[in-house]
Antibody
Framework: EVQLVESGGGLVQPGGSLRLSCAAS????????MSWVRQAPGKGLEWVAN????????YYVDSVKGRFTISRDNAKNSLYLQMNSLRAEDTAVYYC??????????????WGQGTLVTVSS | EIVLTQSPGTLSLSPGERATLSCRAS???????LAWYQQKPGQAPRLLIY???SRATGIPDRFSGSGSGTDFTLTISRLEPEDFAVYYC???????????FGGGTKVEIK
């Protein structure tokens, strides 16, 4: 069974940093693109970043470029999101997500339960 | 950057009725790269449709997707009580690379 479990969320002051983790199991982690998607309270979904199977390609939404860094450790079956210079507008539930299929984009077929990041003084 | 506009914002229907949800793109989208999700309160989204019209594993056949170019539709043929939720469309664009979501349509019980 595919499982994605996020951790690392919490309350942080504006300008602060936080590192989110996503522990993956039940599939060959190194075969899939992985993504982070966030949802501000009461708002819609927003793609944040994604990373290729071997970590050689990384892409970000414009609003987080230069502040957030996505990474992965295939040996540990783990995905990460390092978030620096956090702003109030980064407050959201952050989901780890996996493509449905490994060989072509087919939407996010698997999601974690999410971890809440609150940026506030 | 492609913008996805979903309409209506809210759809008020009764169980058993047909729901038709629209997703309009600001530029042409490859049908291969259009997906639909369902989200219930307090839950992660669930993938319903990928490639504009292919149902994901375990999705009932009352859900169907169609469309091409800039206009895509999610149809729920007969609403079941568990179908009342928020629905999002999403597209994958390669230039620049982005995975944009629409703003969502809430399907509520009338």
């Amino acid at each position: 069974e595919v499982q994605l479990v996020e951790s690392g969320g919490g309350l942080v002051q504006p300008g602060g940093s936080l590192r989110l983790s996503c522990a993956a199991s039940g599939f060959t982690f190194s075969s899939y693109w992985m993504s982070w998607v966030r949802q501000a309270p009461g708002k819609g979904l927003e793609w944040v970043a994604n990373i290729k199977q071997d970590g050689s390609e990384k892409y970000y939404v414009d609003s987080v470029k230069g502040r957030f860094t996505i990474s992965r450790d295939n040996a540990k079956n783990s995905l990460y999101l390092q978030m620096n210079s956090l702003r109030a507008e980064d407050t959201a539930v952050y989901y780890c997500a996996r493509d449905l299929y490994y060989d072509f984009w087919s939407g996010y077929g698997y999601w974690g339960q999410g971890t809440l990041v609150t940026v506030s003084s | 950057e492609i913008v996805l506009t979903q309409s209506p914002g809210t759809l008020s229907l009764s169980p058993g009725e047909r729901a038709t949800l629209s997703c309009r793109a600001s530029q042409s989208v490859s049908s291969s790269y259009l997906a639909w999700y369902q989200q219930k309160p307090g839950q992660a989204p669930r993938l319903l449709i990928y490639g504009a019209s292919s149902r994901a594993t375990g999705i009932p056949d009352r859900f169907s997707g169609s469309g091409s170019g800039t206009d895509f539709t999610l149809t729920i043929s007969r609403l079941e009580p568990e179908d009342f939720a928020v629905y999002y469309c999403q597209q994958y664009g390669s230039s620049p690379l982005a995975f944009t979501f629409g703003g969502g349509t809430k399907v509520e019980i009338k």
